[in-house]
């Protein structure tokens, strides 16, 4: 077992196996996006965000959920593969623009 002081380090759960750190990384990631009106669909290791974006309110909250999803991953030291990031627009979207890192 290794110990440290590093409180970041310190308060992640101890976990056997990389699948198994895996499921606790994700399980904390669904309770830190569900303050944004966001719903969140996980397959495998990839991450789909859905929202409505129906006036700049709708944009500035999904906005706030990408900018947590981005410091969660670098809590965690994980990276986001931005080149694989997309956005759909579905009917008449509002001029808005997303950011993520």
Excluded at 35 to 64: G, H, M
């Amino acid at each position: 077992m290794k110990l440290t002081t590093d409180r970041h380090e310190a308060s992640r759960p101890l976990c056997g196996s990389r699948a198994t750190c895996f499921i606790c990384y994700i399980n904390e990631l669904v309770e830190v996006l569900s303050d944004y009106n966001v719903t969140v669909n996980f397959f495998a290791d990839d991450l789909k965000l859905y929202a409505e974006i129906l006036s700049n309110i709708d944009a500035a909250n999904f906005q706030s959920a990408l900018t947590q999803l981005d410091d969660w991953a670098r809590a965690w030291q994980l990276a986001i593969s931005v080149i694989k990031c997309s956005v759909l627009h579905i009917g008449n979207p509002i001029q808005v623009t997303i950011l993520i890192n």
